[in-house]
């Protein structure tokens, strides 16, 4: 899927038990919902937290690294959550997985983006 793919599109991919996997780590200027990442107010993308809060499916939170020799290892942890969960708490809950990892690879991370320029009023 690439991003102006339609929602409904993306919900039928759940609905059928596929996997819909979104990069959450930009700036989402004021469509965003502001969580802590590095203890700076950062405007993340909830479209992630919306996904799963409207169709049930399952988050699962992943990353990449290189390891000395070379070797890629991909990791996936199941974002475990309450049923209750709000945009915000989900939100947070992957971005805090994120900084983690952020800080056991930093050369991983690129930052060539401006992840907080948008700010809170």
């Given at each position: 899927l690439?991003?102006?793919?339609?929602?409904?599109?993306?919900?039928?991919?759940?609905?059928?038990?596929?996997?819909l996997?979104?990069?959450?780590?930009?700036?989402?200027?004021?469509?965003?919902?502001?969580?802590?990442?590095?203890?700076?107010?950062?405007?993340?993308?909830?479209?992630?937290?919306?996904?799963?809060?409207?169709?049930?499916?399952?988050?699962?939170?992943?990353?990449?690294?290189k390891?000395?020799?070379?070797?890629?290892?991909?990791?996936?942890?199941?974002?475990?959550?309450?049923?209750?969960?709000?945009?915000?708490?989900?939100?947070?809950?992957?971005?805090?997985?994120?900084?983690?990892?952020?800080?056991?690879?930093?050369?991983?991370?690129?930052?060539?983006?401006?992840?907080?320029?948008?700010?809170?009023?």
């Amino acid at each position: 899927l690439y991003r102006k793919s339609s929602l409904d599109k993306m919900y039928a991919l759940l609905k059928e038990n596929n996997m819909l996997i979104l990069a959450s780590d930009q700036d989402a200027k004021k469509r965003g919902v502001f969580v802590n990442f590095f203890d700076q107010p950062s405007s993340t993308p909830k479209g992630s937290a919306i996904f799963h809060m409207q169709s049930g499916a399952p988050m699962v939170f992943s990353v990449a690294h290189k390891e000395k020799d070379g070797t890629v290892v991909i990791s996936f942890s199941k974002i475990e959550l309450n049923g209750s969960a709000s945009i915000e708490t989900i939100t947070q809950t992957y971005t805090t997985m994120l900084e983690e990892k952020v800080r056991e690879y930093p050369d991983h991370y690129f930052w060539f983006h401006r992840k907080w320029k948008t700010r809170t009023e």
